[in-house]
């Protein structure tokens, strides 16, 4: 098992520290650090700013949302800062929610798949660059149809130092995670748990059985999955530093009929809690949310306690269709989550 480190993005400003974990994740071996967006900071420059500062760890975003830019503006920054450096970027891209994709960047929410299907294709033409780009899809189409009628189609300017640059995709959903089966190199799993494991390799195995599909298994197929690990003697207060962000969540990243974080833990088994803990944050009782998590649910997606008991528990993930494990943290929790790993 691989370990990554996720810087996440931003709350009210430059997270303390970020750079200094970063540069201990580099010297402890991590394999690579990601960056994220919501509706604040992006997660293209940071990546570009740490990038500056390393040499050797790998550089994604998890995720890139992509109704923040059209395919070229998304395949631009992906062939520039492979270049710059030196071929160690990975484009990890996202659908996001309706809340934020309609509520903050303005753009159509609906038919989530095909829209996915078609930015990725798009992505992909121009990081080939054979011929100028021309694409005529239900979304997305190469020159503009319409408009001033004097578009041209273009090839990029710029040489992409890897035409095979790696394009991974967030999913929860099965049809999602199949889709990223299909058409990407690899998945970015939020809220994995082992216990949901033969569900998540049914819907891999059906994307890979596509006709066309760039990888036939597991092989060849990166699985890089956001966990928390939190290594503490007191394992409930291991897990009170997880309990707030399953509460957010499970019970407000989203609307109540449209929460896809909500799925996942019901599918797990947990739909009465999801349901109390749903009603309780919209309700405005945060508190009340946090404390309707169990540890038994923050055990399914995380690693908290002791370093003995995450040491036994991380066996579960080895027989997993994972990877890596992207975990978060000041440069000493990833210094000490590097030795809970052995």
């Given at each position: 098992?691989?370990?990554?480190?996720?810087?996440?993005?931003?709350?009210?400003?430059?997270?303390?520290?970020?750079?200094?974990?970063?540069?201990?994740?580099?010297?402890?071996?991590?394999?690579?650090?990601?960056?994220?967006?919501?509706?604040?900071?992006?997660?293209?420059?940071?990546?570009?700013?740490?990038?500056?500062?390393?040499?050797?760890?790998?550089?994604?975003?998890?995720?890139?949302?992509?109704?923040?830019?059209?395919?070229?503006?998304?395949?631009?920054?992906?062939?520039?800062?492979?270049?710059l450096s030196g071929g160690?970027?990975?484009?990890?891209?996202?659908?996001?929610?309706?809340?934020?994709?309609?509520?903050?960047?303005?753009?159509?929410?609906?038919?989530?798949?095909?829209?996915?299907?078609?930015?990725?294709?798009?992505?992909?033409?121009?990081?080939?660059?054979?011929?100028?780009?021309?694409?005529?899809?239900?979304?997305?189409?190469?020159?503009?149809?319409?408009?001033?009628?004097?578009?041209?189609?273009?090839?990029?300017?710029?040489?992409?130092?890897?035409?095979?640059?790696?394009?991974?995709?967030?999913?929860?959903?099965?049809?999602?995670?199949?889709?990223?089966?299909?058409?990407?190199?690899?998945?970015?799993?939020?809220?994995?748990?082992?216990?949901?494991?033969?569900?998540?390799?049914?819907?891999?195995?059906?994307?890979?059985?596509?006709?066309?599909?760039?990888?036939?298994?597991?092989?060849?197929?990166?699985?890089s999955a956001s966990m928390?690990?939190?290594?503490?003697?007191?394992?409930?207060?291991?897990?009170?530093?997880?309990?707030?962000?399953?509460?957010?969540?499970?019970?407000?990243?989203?609307?109540k009929d449209v929460n896809?974080?909500?799925?996942?833990?019901?599918?797990?088994?947990?739909?009465?809690?999801?349901?109390?803990?749903?009603?309780?944050?919209?309700?405005?009782?945060?508190?009340?949310?946090?404390?309707?998590?169990?540890?038994?649910?923050?055990?399914?997606?995380?690693?908290?306690?002791?370093?003995?008991?995450?040491?036994?528990?991380?066996?579960?993930?080895?027989?997993?269709?994972?990877?890596?494990?992207?975990?978060?943290?000041?440069?000493?929790?990833?210094?000490?989550?590097?030795?809970?790993?052995?």
């Amino acid at each position: 098992m691989k370990l990554g480190c996720h810087v996440g993005y931003w709350s009210s400003g430059p997270p303390a520290g970020a750079q200094e974990a970063v540069l201990a994740a580099e010297r402890l071996g991590y394999e690579a650090i990601w960056s994220a967006e919501a509706y604040g900071s992006d997660c293209l420059t940071p990546l570009a700013w740490y990038g500056a500062a390393t040499s050797r760890i790998l550089l994604g975003t998890n995720i890139l949302q992509m109704s923040a830019r059209t395919p070229a503006a998304t395949a631009m920054a992906a062939l520039t800062l492979d270049h710059l450096s030196g071929g160690r970027f990975v484009l990890g891209l996202g659908a996001s929610g309706p809340q934020v994709v309609e509520g903050w960047y303005g753009q159509p929410y609906p038919k989530p798949l095909a829209r996915t299907r078609e930015y990725i294709a798009i992505v992909r033409e121009i990081l080939a660059r054979e011929r100028p780009v021309e694409f005529d899809g239900e979304f997305y189409q190469l020159p503009l149809q319409g408009g001033a009628g004097l578009g041209k189609a273009l090839k990029s300017t710029v040489h992409p130092l890897r035409t095979d640059l790696p394009i991974h995709l967030a999913a929860e959903g099965p049809k999602n995670v199949a889709l990223a089966a299909e058409i990407a190199d690899g998945w970015l799993p939020l809220f994995f748990s082992p216990k949901t494991d033969g569900f998540y390799r049914a819907a891999l195995a059906e994307g890979f059985a596509r006709p066309g599909a760039r990888h036939t298994g597991l092989d060849d197929f990166a699985v890089s999955a956001s966990m928390n690990v939190i290594v503490d003697d007191d394992v409930e207060k291991a897990a009170d530093a997880v309990r707030p962000q399953l509460a957010l969540y499970i019970g407000g990243m989203g609307a109540k009929d449209v929460n896809f974080h909500n799925q996942v833990f019901v599918r797990m088994g947990w739909e009465a809690e999801c349901a109390t803990i749903q009603e309780h944050y919209l309700a405005g009782r945060k508190a009340d949310a946090i404390a309707a998590v169990p540890l038994e649910m923050v055990e399914d997606v995380a690693l908290v306690g002791p370093k003995d008991k995450i040491r036994a528990e991380l066996a579960a993930w080895d027989e997993t269709v994972v990877d890596t494990i992207l975990v978060h943290g000041d440069a000493q929790a990833l210094r000490t989550i590097a030795d809970a790993f052995g």
